[in-house]
């Protein structure tokens, strides 16, 4: 069975910019959670889909948003990009309200 | 405000010795405890999680010793091997698991 899947794998910005990234749950799942990797910083929540509805979001400003399409995937997206959101952003996914995150391999986000 | 403190950031173990990770929470709502592994490229997997209705579980060479009264958690990895040479991540969440707090992470290396 195929796992959570991520793409681009590598996405260089610059400040100012957009960045879309992309996630493919595992099927039959219905919920996927966005993180924020930083250095040294752990995993940061930072949004909660299930059946295309935001569930939940962390601590980040409006310019991180995102949306999951009728078959489930998701797109994150993060507007005026800033240094600092340089990171690898994690995507998992689960059965609605399950203890289990299955996470993908991550997009590496750099920005100059 | 972190709501899972994780200690230590690195660790170096001799093959065959004991690796220990601690965590500490805030949040007495808090209702399930996993820790997550992480290799260099991969997302997080899941390793083995607790609820707080038992003191320690135990799966192979894995175990999670959980402290109610202190607020504390640990890993610990018997016979530590160079292949479990990764990042562990422990985590926290409320029962409905609709947001996950992790820690900060701890790169552990194991030497032959």
């Known amino acids: 069975e195929a796992g959570v899947t991520q793409s681009p794998t590598h996405l260089i910005k610059t400040r100012g910019q957009q960045a879309t990234l992309r996630c493919s749950p595992i099927?039959?799942?219905?919920?996927v959670y966005w993180y924020q990797q930083a250095l040294g910083l752990g995993l940061q929540f930072l949004l909660w889909y299930d059946e295309g509805e935001e569930r939940n979001r962390g601590n980040f400003p409006p310019r991180f948003s995102g949306r999951q399409f009728p078959n489930y995937s998701s797109e994150l997206n993060v507007n005026a990009l800033e240094l600092e959101d340089s990171a690898l952003y994690l995507c998992?996914?689960?059965?609605?309200?399950?203890?289990?995150?299955?996470f993908g391999p991550g997009t590496r986000l750099t920005v100059l | 405000q972190q709501q899972v403190k994780q200690s230590p950031q690195s660790l170096i173990v001799q093959k065959g010795g004991i690796s220990i990770i601690n965590c500490a929470y805030e949040n007495t709502a808090f209702d399930y405890f996993p820790w997550y592994q992480q290799f260099p490229g991969k997302g997080p997997a899941l390793l083995i999680a607790i609820r707080p209705d038992v003191s320690e579980k135990k799966e192979g060479r894995f175990t999670i010793s959980f402290n109610k009264s202190a607020k504390q958690f640990s890993l610990h990895i018997m016979d530590s091997q160079p292949g479990d040479s990764a990042t562990y991540f422990c985590?926290?969440?409320?029962?409905?698991?609709?947001?996950?707090?992790f820690g900060s992470g701890t790169k552990l290396n194991v030497k032959p």
């Open positions: 099927s039959g799942h219905t919920s």
């Open positions: 998992a996914s689960s059965f609605v309200l399950a203890d289990t995150q299955y």
């Open positions: 985590a926290a969440s409320h029962y409905n698991f609709n947001k996950f707090y």
